[in-house]
Structures are given as C-alpha cells and as structure tokens.
C-alpha cells in the first residue's frame, strides 16, 4: 500500500509571493520552477501532472516538497534557493592568474629565449604564490587572459 503524501498548504500570503515571484523579474529557471512546483501541489495536482506540466522529475519534486515542509518559520522564498553546492575549490584565482601574466609579460630568464609554460609553472613555485601548478593550468590562465 503506497505510502500517503503530505500535502502543499500554501497560506492567502505565501501563494500571493510566489505568484508575484513567477510573475515578475529575471530570476533563475530552477527558481521559477521550484515556486510553480508549490503552487501546483498546492492545487493538489498529483505528481504525474506536475512532471507532464513542468518537465521535472519525481525526485525534484519530493525535494520541494521536502524542504517546503522542513521550512519551519522562513520566508517562502528561502524555500527556494538553493544551498551552496560542493565541489572542489578553485586554485587558481584571480591573484594567481594576474601573477602568471605578469611573469608571461616580463623578460624571460637569460639562459632563455623566452618564457615556456613549465618555466612559468617553476617560477611560480619558487615565488611560492601556489604550491604547484602544471603547465597545462598555466596554459588555461594564459589563453582566458587572451
């Protein structure tokens, strides 16, 4: 016997902000789509239509609905930003990126002709702005400076 859901019950004012929030204003699709996923359920419209309606997946819309019922005292809007993602931070930023181009544009050492990809690399260490870089993520820096 499948399990009965709990259902969306937006309030007079929470439906109002949502639709003002669809209606109006540039935000991102996932948001759009995250307030018109509450509206639905909150018409009591089953899943089926709502992924048929929307182009979502089951799984969206448990999320949703999920968090929408874990909201405890926040705002309907809060409902639906998402969280910072994870994922592996960025080593080279700006401060390394400017150091790679200020090397790339200096005289190169005298033993050479000009600067190469690993001897930028190599200096960067020395200078110690990163503790290691390959060449091949000198060469991504040097081609966004482009």
Not at 126 to 137: A, G, N, Y
Request: glycine content about 4%; hydrophobic content about 40%; overall charge positive.
């Amino acid at each position: 016997m499948p399990r009965k859901r709990l259902a969306v019950r937006l309030t007079a004012e929470e439906r109002d902000v949502l639709e003002q929030f669809v209606a109006h204003g540039k935000k991102s699709a996932r948001a759009i789509n995250r307030a018109r996923i509450l509206l639905l359920l909150d018409e009591e419209r089953s899943e089926t239509d709502v992924t048929t309606i929307l182009g979502v997946s089951r799984g969206t819309i448990y999320n949703v609905r999920k968090k929408y019922l874990q909201k405890a005292d926040e705002h309907i809007l809060d409902v639906l930003h998402e969280a910072p993602r994870s994922g592996r931070p960025i080593k080279i930023d700006t401060r390394v990126a400017a150091h790679v181009t200020m090397i790339a544009c200096s005289d190169p050492p005298e033993e050479a002709g000009r600067w190469t990809l690993h001897m930028i690399a190599d200096k960067l260490v020395q200078l110690e702005v990163i503790d290691s870089i390959s060449h091949e993520s000198v060469r991504r820096t040097l081609k966004k400076t482009n």
